[in-house]
């Protein structure tokens, strides 16, 4: 089983900047795709961005050219670096661990508030 503990949450205000990072243990083998996602109050979850093993990435529309992916494989750490912080990215953001289009596994999740 593959556990991930995710840290870097907290409180920052708009144009703020934020790094959330993501620690893989267990069976790291088996995953091939880590991403972040986000649940804001009221809303589904969201994909934010992925990287998959290869090094190529995805990014949801709204944090184009504000979020960074990226993954240091020998440590199984992802990071997420979050640029000009706004309101509207307020959310819980979930760490998550796949295998070709397999979920195995979830971080406890992380908040980050962004005070306008």
């Known amino acids: 089983q593959v556990q991930l503990v995710e840290s870097g949450g907290g409180l920052v205000q708009a144009g703020g900047s934020l790094r959330l990072s993501c620690a893989a243990s267990?069976?790291?083998?088996?995953?091939?795709?880590m991403g972040w996602y986000r649940q804001a109050p009221g809303k589904q979850r969201e994909l934010v961005a992925r990287?998959?093993?290869?090094?190529?990435?995805n990014y949801a529309d709204s944090v184009k050219g504000r979020f960074t992916i990226s993954r240091t494989n020998d440590k199984n750490t992802v990071y997420l670096q979050m640029n000009n912080l706004q309101p509207e990215d307020t959310a819980i953001y979930y760490c998550?661990?796949?295998?070709?289009?397999?979920?195995?596994?979830w971080g406890q999740g992380t908040l980050v508030t962004v005070s306008s």
């Open positions: 998550h661990a796949a295998r070709s289009a397999v979920s195995l596994a």
């Open positions: 990287i998959s093993i290869s090094g190529s990435t």
């Open positions: 267990g069976s790291t083998f088996s995953v091939n795709t």
